[in-house]
């Protein structure tokens, strides 16, 4: 699907200024969308929106259909957090969790709301279900839950639902809260002229109400343990693979029902929104199987996935879907042969584009075609900044005369001395004749390591980055719309 020329910013609600801690969809979302209007962006990308478990991941959500009730404006609440550019996840749960009590306390159901209600019950009922019984263990696993409840044994079910019907309510108001709020936020977008890009994993977390409602649909054992698990090989971030702790679908079950759980995912995500990311393409072509028990993806082994028959699936469902495919790590013919079939734009990332052993040439700007969507970095990098001034030895398995030959190939094909190396990278970016553009947000305000948002492979102390509204100055919004100006975006 061919995209108009754009520019875009990636920054996650979480990262948004707030008095609560952590960024949410209430005002200071609206008055950062005011600053892309401003800076003549026309494209904002969010990570994914999902309730977060493990790590506080976006990409290991209870659910692939809900919303995060962490990102719930609650007026007139405010959490007193330590640091403005730092989200301290336990914290900030814990006191929002009696915020929202309060809300739901309060909460007088209304028509919208049973509407909202009948038109999500095909995930909505699981999901307010499952949170409902893991808080009632605990926060613990669901393999943990007491056997009747892990099995969903029909009069296990029917009893928990009689007497905490309560909690399982609070649940549902919770989501059409957040639903309402994200609603109105991407009605503005849509009212300035930004469309709201989203992010769909190929995964879902093991600790899902997923998972839990379709165990036939993933490869489990009679206990719900997992028998192989998702991950990648050894790649740039890690000599031992990354271990994703993922299920794998049993690809089989699915295409025997039509694909229809993936369907019902791509319609609510473009319900939601404009354009989608769809994480880990590669995966669809063939992924790297790892057996269940192992702890590196180092014994693992590519098997083939659904490719073309599921991606003809969603089209016949859902007519021609604007996609991009995340096309990164080891990607072989078939890998492009099926994105350029489905006539999908892949991704380059600037900071791959130097690599002394010209494994990088790939990501330059002068091999680009039109449709591509070009990142000086992703979420899964350092910042710009960071990339540049430090070692980089124990980010990724460059040795540091890898990095002093990069960075030199970097100067001489940017001409460069290095200064102000983001703003090389992004000029660059936005020169170039790729369609789409997508800056984040750290890059544009020039910030170091400090404001990473993940380590791939790291478990703990992700996702964490906030800016401050003194940070983004009517200065490095003009300069950034002068750019913006100049390359036709």
Same mark, same amino acid.
């Given at each position: $699907? ?9 920054l996650?609600?979480? #990262? ?7 960024? +949410? ?8 969308? +005011? ?27 209870? #659910? ?45 159901? +209304? ?48 009893a ?35 469309r709201? $890009? ?9 600790? #899902? ?9 993933f ?10 698990q ?5 790649? !740039? ?30 319609? &609510?995500?473009?319900s ?30 590519w ?10 699936a ?6 021609? $879907?604007?996609?991009? &495919? ?5 990607? =072989? ?7 350029e079939h ?10 791959? &584009? ?57 100067r001489? !094909?940017l001409?460069?001395?290095? =200064? ?19 800056i984040? $947000? ?21 996702? =964490? ?19 913006? =100006?100049?390359?036709?975006?």
């Open positions: $699907m061919k995209f108009p020329r754009s520019a875009g910013v990636l996650h609600p979480t #990262s948004l200024p707030s008095a609560n801690g952590i960024g +949410d969809l209430g005002p200071d979302a609206f008055r950062f969308l +005011d600053r892309l209007v401003e800076a003549g962006v026309t494209l904002w990308q969010v990570l994914p929106l999902g309730p977060t478990g493990y790590g506080d991941s976006p990409y290991q959500s209870f #659910s692939a259909f809900a919303g995060n009730p962490l990102l719930i404006h609650i007026p007139g609440a405010s959490i007193a957090t330590g640091n403005p550019h730092h989200v301290d996840f336990a914290a900030v749960a814990a006191t929002k969790r009696a915020q929202l009590a309060q809300v739901v306390a309060r909460f007088v159901p +209304d028509d919208r709301y049973a509407h909202f209600v009948r038109r999500q019950q095909e995930w909505l009922d699981d999901f307010a279900l499952f949170m409902a019984i893991k808080q009632q263990h605990g926060g613990s696993e669901w393999t943990q839950w007491s056997p009747p409840l892990a099995a969903r044994d029909p009069n296990a079910i029917a928990f639902r009689a007497s905490h019907a309560t909690e399982i309510e609070a649940v549902r108001i919770e989501q059409y809260v957040f639903f309402r709020q994200f609603t109105a936020l991407k009605d503005a977008c849509m009212g300035r002229g930004v709201l $890009m989203g992010d769909v994993p190929i995964y879902v977390a093991h600790d #899902s109400a997923d998972v839990w409602a379709h165990r036939e649909l490869q489990l054992d009679a206990k719900g343990a997992l028998i192989v998702a991950g990648v090989p050894p790649d !740039y971030f890690s000599e031992t693979g990354q271990l994703w702790g993922n299920p794998l679908y049993d690809w089989d079950a699915l295409r025997k029902n039509g694909y229809a759980w993936w369907i019902a995912r791509m319609r &609510a995500a473009f939601m929104f404009d354009i989608v990311r769809l994480d880990h393409f590669r995966g669809f072509e063939a992924y790297w199987e790892v057996p269940g028990h192992d702890r590196t993806a180092v014994n693992g082994r098997v083939k996935g659904p490719g073309v028959t599921l991606f003809d969603l089209t016949s469902a859902l007519g021609p $879907m604007p996609i991009v &495919a995340e096309n990164l790590g080891l990607i =072989t013919p078939e890998v492009e042969a099926l994105r489905m006539a999908y734009p892949g991704m380059s990332i600037l900071q791959f &584009a130097f690599g002394a052993d010209g494994a990088g040439k790939e990501f330059q700007p002068h091999t680009y075609p039109t449709d591509r969507v070009v990142y000086t970095g992703t979420h899964d990098n350092d910042t710009t900044l960071g990339w540049w001034t430090s070692d980089g030895v124990g980010d990724s398995t460059r040795t540091r005369l890898d990095i002093e030959n990069e960075h030199a190939l970097a001489r !094909y001409d460069t001395d290095g =200064t102000e190396m983001h703003w090389t990278l992004i000029r660059a970016a936005l020169a170039s004749v790729a369609d789409t553009v997508l984040p $947000m750290q890059d544009i305000l020039g910030l170091g390591s400090e404001a990473r948002m993940n380590f791939p492979g790291r478990s703990s102390g992700n996702w =964490t980055f906030r800016f401050s509204w003194e940070q983004l100055t009517p200065s490095i919004v003009t300069r950034l719309r002068d750019l913006v =100006t100049l390359y036709d975006r």
